[in-house]
């Protein structure tokens, strides 16, 4: 059983920022991808960024050029920085990591909530 342990969530003003962390334990396996989605309320999960072991990226537009995802392979730790963030990326926010190769797995960490303030 693999555990997501996330932190770094809270209340900021429009404009601020925040970083995310997320440690995955319980698996001598390591992730293939890790990343972050949010949920707002009333809407669907949806993709924040994810990262490969290998470092490759990808955005949702709503967040380029403003968040920045980056993985620590060694404590198997992702983080989420957030810069100018915007009332409308108030929103819980998921961890995941999974696995593709075997054993494969996927996991969903607890959430952490992210709000932004006007």
């Known amino acids: 059983q693999v555990q997501l342990v996330e932190s770094g969530g809270g209340l900021v003003q429009a404009g601020g920022s925040l970083r995310l962390s997320c440690a995955a334990s319980?698996?001598?396996?390591?992730?293939?991808?890790m990343g972050w989605y949010r949920q707002a309320p009333g809407k669907q999960r949806e993709l924040v960024a994810i990262?490969?072991?290998?470092?490759?990226?990808n955005y949702a537009d709503s967040v380029k050029g403003r968040f920045t995802i980056s993985r620590d392979n060694a404590k198997n730790t992702v983080y989420l920085q957030m810069n100018r963030l915007k009332p409308e990326d108030t929103a819980v926010y998921y961890c995941?990591?999974?696995?593709?190769?075997?054993?494969?797995?996927?996991?969903w960490g607890q959430g952490t909530q992210v709000t932004v303030s006007s």
């Open positions: 995941n990591a999974e696995r593709s190769s075997l054993p494969r797995w996927s996991y």
């Open positions: 319980g698996s001598i396996f390591s992730p293939t991808t």
């Open positions: 990262i490969t072991s290998g470092g490759s990226t």
